[in-house]
């Protein structure tokens, strides 16, 4: 469970990255998801621009609306279904989630502390289990 202290977190790291144009973070996060799980590739259309907005709409919806994730249930059953459509395996959930992590990480740079990362592993882990149990 996500706490409102590791939610307070979240979010003002997520406003520190908005300085970052978003094709960078995404850009970025792609490359060592595929770079360390490059059979992934193959799931993502060859042109990545829209598949960059796509994330970055979607993180910055959830990290907006994660103290009431309640409220997006409906878009995390869709958002899970789509996912289980492309072929998407519960393992794929912790690939991504490092993936995250380390980009997030690196765009943070000296602001990535040991509860801003904590408080992103939980977040993260609530939403996935979120749509495992939706998918």
């Known amino acids: 469970m996500v706490t409102p202290q590791q939610i307070r977190l979240v979010k003002g790291s997520w406003r520190r990255l908005q300085g970052i144009q978003p094709e ?74 490092d993936a995250l992590l380390w980009t997030l990480e690196k765009g943070l740079g000296k602001d990535w502390t040991q509860e801003v990362a904590l408080a992103w592993q939980e977040s993260y882990a609530t939403l996935t289990a979120s749509m495992l149990e939706e998918a």
């Open 24 to 97: 960078t973070i995404a850009g970025l996060f792609y490359a060592r998801l595929f770079a360390s799980h490059p059979a992934l590739r193959k799931m993502f259309p060859a042109d990545m621009e829209a598949q960059y907005r796509k994330l970055m709409d979607m993180l910055h919806t959830m990290v907006l609306r994660l103290d009431h994730l309640e409220e997006l249930t409906a878009e995390i059953a869709a958002m899970a279904a789509r996912h289980e459509g492309y072929g998407v395996k519960p393992v794929h959930y912790k690939y991504v989630g």
